[in-house]
DNA sequence: AAGGGGCCCTGATTGC
DNA sequence: TGCAATCAGGGCCCCT
């Protein structure tokens, strides 16, 4: 369950397997995971050979590494189980092998391993930032905002983009469009260090309350990063295919029936957007007026 | 037209 | 024991 610290991670990992090396052929495995490349898999393969790559960048839980002149760029998001790796070129192929990338050096390969299949990568221009002046994006995700670890995010459009948002909190976190990076996890953990609880409608919160969700993102995504990301099972890992260690920090995500680690109270597991949200329900009290 | 729900995927786990 | 149901969830798409 990749998200932006761990993102971040492979992005680090990725930096000196990828600046500079120019690929010598490209192979996909599963078209589905090329499924955004409109043009197709054998496009896809076909274009980016010859290619050299340069050093990855990331907003949010996207990635991409520029190709040549910068004028395009790989594409990428790794869904829920999705793994950018490099090794060996002759090493043994990983059962759920996507994508395969060899270089003209010989030396290591690129790989994206991907079980479910709800990452994918694809080829795509770049184009002007809209909030990084100077600074070029892949043009699909021109729309999502900056992610609160940039300079580029903007606090104070962020409180305005919520309180015009007739929802929740939690769901407001989890809009790409509003602040990107935040998943399931990191949503759940931020609204438990600032206290608040997934259901809080957003047209209402005061500025203290968004910064206090802001800074508290910022601080456990930060927190996530120093130690390598977080991991459950092995559906997330680091280029060299090792997990994260902050599962073991986590203060309410997947808890459910355990205390709070602030007043003792068993943290609760609610259903919210086909999934789970964990919460204490004495730190975090529902509102009275709840929003979905 | 913004907000909310359904769906895509596979493997581990749970239940009968 | 074996099979089926359930769960995990990011983002796209569709409906209202």
């Known amino acids: 369950m990749p998200e932006l610290p761990e993102v971040e991670v492979v992005r680090r990992g990725l930096e000196s397997w990828t600046t500079g090396r120019a ?11 090329v499924r955004r ?20 960048r990331r907003r949010g839980k996207y990635l991409w590494i520029p190709l040549d002149d910068k004028s395009g760029a790989v594409l990428a998001h790794l869904g829920m189980s999705g793994h950018l790796l490099v090794g060996e070129p002759d ?3 990983e059962k759920h092998l996507r994508v395969r990338a060899v270089f003209t050096d010989g030396g290591h390969d690129l790989r994206f391993v991907d079980q479910r299949t709800f990452g994918h990568l694809m080829l795509t221009d770049l184009v002007p930032d809209a909030f990084d002046a100077g600074a070029l994006v892949p043009e699909p995700i021109v729309h999502i905002a900056a992610d609160p670890l940039e300079d580029a995010f903007d606090a104070e459009a962020f409180f305005r ?5 007739k929802t929740g909190i939690k769901r407001a976190l989890l809009d790409q469009s509003l602040i990107s990076g935040v998943g399931n996890i990191y949503a759940d953990e931020a609204l438990w260090r600032a206290r608040l609880h997934w259901a809080r409608p957003t047209d209402t919160m005061t500025r203290a ?31 060299n295919g090792e997990s994260g260690y902050f599962e073991r920090s ?20 609610d259903e919210f957007m086909n999934r789970s949200s964990y919460s204490c329900p004495v ?6 007026r709840a929003r979905h």
């Open 23 to 33: 690929v010598a052929s490209a192979e996909v495995l599963h078209p589905r995971s």
């Open 37 to 56: 490349h409109e043009a197709g898999p054998a496009d896809f393969a076909a274009r980016l050979a010859g290619r050299t790559m340069q050093a990855p």
């Open 91 to 93: 090493r043994e192929r």
């Open 161 to 165: 983009a919520l309180r015009r948002r």
């Open 209 to 239: 309350e968004a910064t206090r969700v802001l800074e508290a993102a910022r601080d456990v995504m930060g927190a996530a990063l120093a130690v390598g990301g977080t991991s459950f099972d092995s559906l997330y890992v680091n280029v």
């Open 250 to 269: 986590l203060d309410a995500y997947g808890r459910r029936d355990e205390p709070c680690r602030r007043c003792g109270a068993p943290i609760r597991r």
């Open 283 to 288: 730190c975090q009290p529902r509102p009275r």
